[in-house]
């Protein structure tokens, strides 16, 4: 949510919300056009405002059942692009990619013992087999957040433990079979320099995914305006 609409939602009752957040969350799952699910959202958290000074729940004024009245919300609206679900998993996995690399330096700092990696100032020495296996990892991780969204409106504790089970298989999985297949080769990188790299492929990527948003939103738009110019004619 952007910072005018967590201001807004502020504003609301618990109950709407509860409801709210629900929305947000069920909608923002469905990979609809990014730019259209925020004016989308936008609008609800208008109507419950509205709903509020008149004395009702925004339960009341939509209806219906809140996962029905959304899954209606997004059939509205077109899905992302190719192209904008594309770079949408870049930006969040060059994102993940930019913390791991750190966070390994310093916890070979605090345990070398128990770290393959060597450091010498900020340069490090990484076996290859540990990039590419928290490459692997780092996606299932954020292909599995995304399925938890798209699956579950309410989050039922079997989805999580469904997807713990399903993380520990795919560290297993990676560990072992990377290492068989890559071997003991090491990689020479600097800590800071690959963090920079990394935060910079994924600030480019969001900016990509957001650009391939605006113009399905654009047509869209102008769309809706070619259809009210010719009613009114």
């Given at each position: 949510m952007r910072a005018e609409q967590k201001a807004q939602m502020r504003a609301l009752s618990k109950e709407n919300k509860k409801i709210l957040h629900k929305m947000n969350r069920y909608l923002s799952a469905r990979f609809l056009n990014t730019v259209l699910c925020r004016d989308l959202i936008s609008d609800q958290i208008g109507m419950a405002l509205e709903s509020q000074?008149?004395?009702?729940?925004?339960?009341?004024?939509?209806?219906?059942?809140?996962?029905?009245?959304?899954?209606?919300?997004a059939e509205s609206i077109p899905r992302r692009s190719f192209m904008e679900i594309l770079w949408t998993l870049l930006s969040w996995l060059f994102a993940a990619m930019a913390v791991t690399v750190p966070l390994l330096?310093?916890?070979?700092?605090?345990?070398?013992?128990?770290?393959p990696i060597h450091i010498d100032g900020l340069a490090m020495q990484i076996p290859l087999a540990w990039i590419i296996k928290y490459f692997m990892v780092d996606a299932g991780l954020i292909l599995g957040y995304y399925l938890?969204?798209?699956?579950?409106?309410?989050?039922?504790?079997?989805?999580?433990?469904?997807?713990?089970?399903?993380?520990?298989?795919?560290?297993?999985f990676a560990d072992n079979l990377v290492l068989k297949w890559i071997g003991e080769r090491l990689l020479s990188v600097h800590a800071?320099?690959?963090?920079?790299?990394?935060?910079?492929?994924?600030?480019?990527?969001?900016?990509m995914q957001?650009?391939?948003?605006?113009?399905?939103?654009?047509?869209?738009?102008?769309?809706?305006?070619?259809?009210?110019?010719?009613?009114?004619?």
């Open positions: 000074k008149r004395g009702e729940s925004y339960a009341q004024t939509i209806g219906m059942e809140p996962q029905r009245y959304c899954h209606a919300l330096y310093f916890y070979t700092l605090l345990f070398p013992a128990f770290s938890i969204r798209l699956l579950a409106y309410k989050n039922s504790p079997l989805v999580f433990i469904l997807y713990f089970i399903g993380f520990l298989i795919l560290f297993i800071v320099g690959f963090f920079i790299g990394f935060a910079a492929l994924s600030a480019f990527s969001f900016a957001y650009f391939a948003a605006l113009l399905i939103a654009y047509k869209k738009q102008r769309q809706g305006s070619k259809i009210q110019s010719e009613e009114k004619q």
